[in-house]
T-cell receptor, first 114, second 110 residues
Framework: DTAVSQTPKYLVTQMGNDKSIKCEQN?????MYWYKQDSKKFLKIMFS???????INETVPNRFSPKSPDKAHLNLHINSLELGDSAVYFC?????????????FGPGTRLTVL | DAKTTQPTSMDCAEGRAANLPCNHS???????VYWYRQIHSQGPQYIIH???NNETNEMASLIITEDRKSSTLILPHATLRDTAVYYC???????????FGTGTRLKVLA
């Protein structure tokens, strides 16, 4: 069973379109994340949700809107796609603990904007 | 900015131990050292983490210096499948994010 899954794996779309990426975790975790890895391979946090509440929004354009319908899902909707949005997007999850913070990552969604 | 510095790349012969260093001189008392790896463009894979004691699991060993300002990840018998980018991350609970550096690209040679 895949612990953190994302759909789709690949997404090719035109500039200006709106698209969504879905993430699900079956680990029973209470915290979920979206990271972006650009063409230079830098991995950067975008959003963090704890118990469906937004905790971190790292100055991401408001064209990106995460939605957490429940603790097991965190979806990412992107409006008016731009060329610069092309990247690999990774979802992750963790269980809040007073001491540790081990995150488990999904396989990624490669988004290509033409 | 990442709180860690790592060499950009390293090579290791197959079957030998791979020792990957990481400097984290500004680490604070409640921060853990985590290691992840990313094989090709897959999702980062958790390897090991520690606070101050050395740790070992089925994948690797983590050696943390007594002053906690640096650490070394040891893959005891590297295989070709260990070729990946290895990230050292310093973080604490409640931060709700990892700050990734550029990592070390480890190439295991046949």
């Amino acid at each position: 069973d895949t612990a953190v899954s994302q759909t789709p794996k690949y997404l090719v779309t035109q500039m200006g379109n709106d698209k969504s990426i879905k993430c699900e975790q079956n680990l029973g975790h209470d915290t979920m994340y979206w990271y972006k890895q650009d063409s230079k391979k830098f991995l950067k946090i975008m959003f963090s949700y704890n118990n469906k509440e937004l905790i971190i929004n790292e100055t991401v354009p408001n064209r990106f809107s995460p939605k957490s319908p429940d603790k097991a899902h965190l979806n990412l909707h992107i409006n008016s796609l731009e060329l610069g949005d092309s990247a690999v997007y990774f979802c992750a999850s963790s269980q809040y603990d007073r001491s540790t913070d081990t995150q488990y990552f999904g396989p990624g969604t490669r988004l290509t904007v033409l | 900015d990442a709180k860690t510095t790592q060499p950009t790349s390293m090579d290791c012969a197959e079957g030998r131990a791979a020792n990957l260093p990481c400097n984290h001189s500004t680490i604070s008392g409640n921060e853990y050292v985590y290691w992840y790896r990313q094989i090709h463009s897959q999702g980062p894979q958790y390897i090991i983490h520690g606070l101050k004691n050395n740790e070992t699991n089925e994948m690797a060993s983590l050696i943390i210096t007594e002053d906690r300002k640096s650490s070394t990840l040891i893959l005891p018998h590297a295989t070709l499948r260990d070729t990946a980018v290895y990230y050292c991350i310093v973080t604490t609970s409640g931060t709700y994010k990892y700050i990734f550096g550029t990592g070390t690209r480890l190439k295991v040679l046949a």
